[in-house]
């Protein structure tokens, strides 16, 4: 947006309004040559009234309709302060027309902008990013009740299917919005019917307060396709038709959004990414952003990076943006995109922090947490049973002499090397930079004797096999799982169905796998990095192995959120013929992810003690010494009822490196 050299501040200010319209499809005249017939909307400046001169007056299809007032930059702290004088102007009379009163109320200094609707039954200014257009102020006037007038009509909830805290979420979400509560936020348990909530009052949204389009935001492409599928779905109880039967239901897969869709599904990445006018690189979908390099590349450019105004997806192009897993995408380079609509917010979240707190105005209208719904009996519980190895806690030295593999991270092509020098590797460079297949060998070794000994010990078939419970391994990158994979399928004596890789970067289709997990007997074991670590539902799970640690408690509290999903008995037994019920999942930590301050979430208390090493022996290669820790726990569980381990230190673990 050019400015011209040598003008005072209010001049600057104007020159920046009037480049706003016209991006925001209106035509700016001048009060001395106006011509009403040359666009459907126009602005014309200084126009008279009857209490002098307006900044600029707004018309649409030959009508007023508006006002915008005018101000110097650094007048902007003051815009609240001029609402008296731009409703006089919006009251008065306009010369040679004899209007009533403009309902379209602008204050704007070109770089802040606010709006006030003055047909709203309590009107309130709120700012916007940008003008809005003429078509969108037509269709306005067209529907007659404003959105937050219709708003206030919405009848009294069906409660019929519903669980009780999915209906206090609704009805105190619906009385934020009659309120004219601009966010709001649902904390829900994971598992406890957060998407379902969601799809609910959308519907009742777009039926009875009729708005125009709804935005359903995520921050994985996972995540959009089982809302997507989740949408498709939903029934309501006032018609026999399904969602997408009534509403058409788009999930942005372009920069397209079509006219004639009300809910759109997309990712923050995607929207920003049209916002900005650029091409997103598909890797940038498939991962949670606090876990992506796409985010750190963009953060990691010295230049600001704003969205700008895009004519094509203007600021009202959505009424109300509901936004999924709330808690970890819509800070830093992502709140601009919220900032750019002029939409309700509501966020989902089972586990918010105190920046989603103070992003919604700490309005939240429904708290109900993991606890609460394994009290309900909406989740199950879970047990810790930690397997830990000196390498896994300590690192090791590589010594100068040894003959160790070089293996490329991409090709997976190896190369025999004596190394020169001492290699002092740590913790967390373990599977990442250097990789230890003994390692990763004994706590396979270990989770396999734990299942049949301490886990699930009475999984005994017909033939008199074990029956592996389904689990599902969380590895730190995909060259980590396919080494993890590689293992498991030799410790099990099992093929290549039992254990498989699910994640965007394998050749199979993932979700083809992730549904015969879901549903069928194979795989037993699934191995993932970020793909399903969120809001991916496998009711049948009983089982999480950690093989990774993660930096932020909510994304670990939604990882261990797999597992907590309830299952009735005959489902269960078509996928895992000798369980009897779910009852509790297990969380098997390799890498001591429970034990950080991660968790905030405890339905269990741990208490862990060391024994001693001791030197065990050497193999040919140096004096790799192997080492074995006993870890003892006693486990606390307020919801688990069975009194096996209640009051006795327990030896469960044995681990050898």
């Known amino acids: 947006m050019s400015v011209?050299?040598?003008?005072?501040?209010?001049?600057?200010?104007?020159?920046?309004?009037?480049?706003m319209l016209r991006e925001a499809g209106w035509v700016v005249q001048s009060k001395n040559k106006v011509d009403l017939s040359a666009n459907r909307g126009i602005a014309i400046r200084e126009y008279q009234t009857d209490v002098g001169p307006a900044d600029y007056v707004l018309f649409v299809d030959r009508k007023p309709v508006g006002i915008i007032e005018a101000k110097r930059e650094d007048e902007g702290h003051r815009l609240t302060v001029v609402e008296d004088q731009s409703m006089n102007y919006a009251n008065a009379k306009l010369k040679y027309l004899d209007n009533d009163p403009l309902p379209f109320v602008y204050e704007s200094t070109g770089t802040l902008t606010r709006f006030t609707d003055y047909r709203d039954p309590k009107p309130r200014g709120r700012l916007v990013f940008w003008f809005h257009k003429p078509e969108t102020i037509a269709e306005w006037l067209k529907k007659g009740q404003p959105l937050r007038e219709r708003l206030l009509s919405i009848p009294a909830l069906d409660e019929t299917g519903l669980r009780p805290a999915q209906i206090v979420a609704i009805n105190n979400l619906e009385h934020s919005f009659k309120k004219n509560r601009p966010k709001a936020l649902i904390q829900m348990a994971t598992g406890a019917g957060k998407t379902f909530t969601a799809a609910t009052f959308v519907y009742r949204l777009l039926k009875h307060a009729d708005a125009k389009r709804v935005l359903f935001l995520v921050d994985t492409k996972n995540l959009g396709e089982q809302a997507e599928q989740e949408f498709m779905t939903f029934q309501p109880n006032d018609d026999n038709r399904k969602f997408t039967e009534l509403y058409n239901v788009q999930r942005l897969s372009s920069s397209y959004i079509a006219s004639d869709s009300q809910v759109c599904i997309s990712?923050?990445?995607?929207?920003?990414?049209?916002?900005?006018?650029?091409?997103?690189?598909?890797?940038?979908?498939?991962?949670?952003p606090n876990e992506n390099s796409w985010l750190q590349n963009k953060m990691s450019k010295n230049k600001a990076v704003p969205v700008e105004y895009t004519p094509k997806v203007p600021i009202e192009q959505f009424d109300f943006i509901v936004i999924d897993e709330a808690h970890r995408s819509i800070y830093n380079l992502w709140k601009q995109v919220l900032d750019y609509f002029d939409a309700f917010l509501i966020g989902l979240t089972a586990t918010p922090d105190k920046r989603t707190f103070g992003f919604f105005n700490e309005n939240v209208v429904s708290q109900y947490t993991y606890e609460e719904s394994v009290t309900d009996g909406v989740n199950v519980p879970y047990d810790v049973y930690t397997i830990e190895t000196e390498i896994s806690q300590n690192g090791e030295i590589i010594k100068a002499g040894w003959f160790v593999d070089r293996r490329d991270k991409l090709t997976r092509k190896k190369r025999w090397q004596q190394e020169d020098e001492d290699t002092d590797y740590k913790r967390n460079d373990l599977d990442k930079k250097v990789v230890?297949?003994?390692?990763?060998?004994?706590?396979?070794?270990?989770?396999?004797?734990?299942?049949?000994?301490?886990?699930?010990?009475?999984?005994?078939?017909?033939?008199?096999?074990?029956?592996?419970?389904?689990?599902?391994?969380f590895a730190k990158t995909d060259s980590h799982a396919d080494d993890i994979i590689k293992i498991i399928r030799e410790e099990f004596d099992e093929g290549n169905d039992f254990c498989k890789k699910v994640?965007?970067?394998?050749?199979?289709?993932?979700?083809?796998?992730?549904?015969r997990f879901r549903n069928s007997y194979y795989p037993r074991i699934a191995v993932?990095?970020?793909?399903?670590?969120?809001?991916?539902?496998?009711?049948?799970?009983?089982?999480?192995?950690?093989?990774?640690?993660?930096?932020?408690?909510?994304?670990?509290e939604q990882m261990k959120g797999r597992g907590t999903r309830t299952i009735n008995s005959d489902s269960l037994q078509l996928v895992t013929k000798t369980a009897k019920t779910k009852t509790h999942f297990v969380i098997v930590d390799a890498v001591g992810a429970t034990k950080s301050k991660k968790n905030g979430q405890q339905t269990f208390r741990t208490q862990t003690f060391c024994a001693n090493e001791r030197f065990i022996g050497s193999n040919?290669?140096?004096?790799?010494?192997?080492?074995?820790?006993?870890?003892?726990?006693?486990?606390?569980?307020?919801?688990?009822?069975?009194?096996?381990?209640?009051?006795?230190?327990?030896?469960?673990?044995?681990?050898?490196?």
């Open 620 to 657: 040919n290669h140096g004096s790799c010494r192997r080492r074995f820790v006993f870890v003892f726990s006693q486990p606390i569980n307020p919801f688990r009822k069975t009194n096996y381990r209640q009051g006795k230190r327990q030896i469960i673990g044995v681990f050898w490196w």
């Open 267 to 288: 990712t923050i990445q995607r929207l920003y990414s049209i916002l900005k006018g650029e091409e997103l690189d598909e890797s940038a979908e498939l991962e949670n």
């Open 503 to 515: 994640t965007y970067k394998i050749e199979e289709d993932p979700k083809s796998i992730l549904n």
């Open 4 to 19: 011209k050299v040598n003008q005072n501040p209010e001049q600057i200010a104007r020159d920046k309004i009037d480049a």
């Open 528 to 556: 993932t990095v970020d793909m399903i670590a969120t809001g991916t539902d496998v009711k049948p799970l009983e089982v999480l192995l950690f093989m990774r640690d993660v930096k932020s408690i909510n994304y670990f």
């Open 436 to 473: 230890n297949p003994s390692q990763i060998r004994n706590i396979i070794r270990e989770y396999k004797k734990a299942l049949k000994t301490t886990i699930f010990p009475n999984r005994i078939d017909e033939n008199g096999d074990y029956e592996v419970p389904k689990t599902l391994v």
